[in-house]
Structures are given as C-alpha cells and as structure tokens.
C-alpha cells in the first residue's frame, strides 16, 4: 500500500506557472507507471501526463504538451508536475496516482490503483 499527498496548488493568473508535488508514503521504484489526472466540476476525470519507472519516458495529453512537464525524484519518493503557460481550463482539481501494471495510453482510472487527496488549481484569466 502507499499514501499519495499532492501539494503545491493555488491560484495565479492565466499566463502564470504553478509546480505540484506527490509525496509517495514509500519507495515508489517498484511502481511501474505514475499520472497525474485533473477533474473540473461538472467533468470526467482526465488523465495529463505520465512517466514510467523503467525508462524515464514521459507522456502528455494533447491538451498541456508543451506546457506541463512531470518528472519523478525516485530517490525522494517524489513525483512533480511543473506547470506553465497556465490557461483558465486548466483549472480543475489535479491528483497522482500509481499504476497497478501499467499505464494505459488512454489513461483509463482502472490502470490506477492508490490515489492522492488531490490540490486544487485555479486560473483565472
């Protein structure tokens, strides 16, 4: 089991940048995949970016490449979503999670199986 604690959300102005860290309750190197996902109200949960264990890659929705960047401090237990270029439908509440497997390209919820409590991001333009 691992308890994930998301942090580092606010408020900022469109435009503005925002970095969001995951604290992982344990030694997250056994853990194949790691997501972060964002839900606004009203909407479903969608899947952001993603970066696996073995190679280090990571992935992006269409909607942040370019503009958000995930990384991954194995050392630390750590997972970290920087944020720039911030529009106002990035808001939303965003959430880490680990994968059971792996991490599906479609990121469907199922692939996941601990979550955070989540970090809200709010922008305003």
């Known amino acids: 089991q691992v308890q994930l604690v998301e942090s580092g959300g606010g408020s900022v102005q469109a435009g503005g940048s925002l970095r969001l860290s995951c604290a992982a309750s344990r030694s997250t190197s056994s853990i194949p995949c790691m997501a972060w996902f964002r839900q606004a109200p009203g909407k479903a949960r969608e899947g952001v970016a993603r970066?696996?264990?073995?190679?280090?890659?990571?992935y992006y929705a269409d909607s942040v490449k370019g503009r958000f960047t995930i990384s991954r401090d194995n050392a630390n237990n750590m997972l970290y979503l920087q944020m720039n270029s911030l529009k106002p439908e990035d808001t939303a509440m965003y959430y880490c999670?680990?994968?059971?497997?792996?991490?599906?390209?479609?990121?469907?919820?199922?692939?996941?199986?601990?979550w955070g409590q989540g970090t809200q991001v709010t922008v305003s333009s």
């Open positions: 970066i696996y264990t073995a190679s280090g890659n990571p």
């Open positions: 999670a680990t994968a059971r497997v792996r991490c599906s390209s479609d990121y469907s919820p199922l692939d996941y199986n601990y």
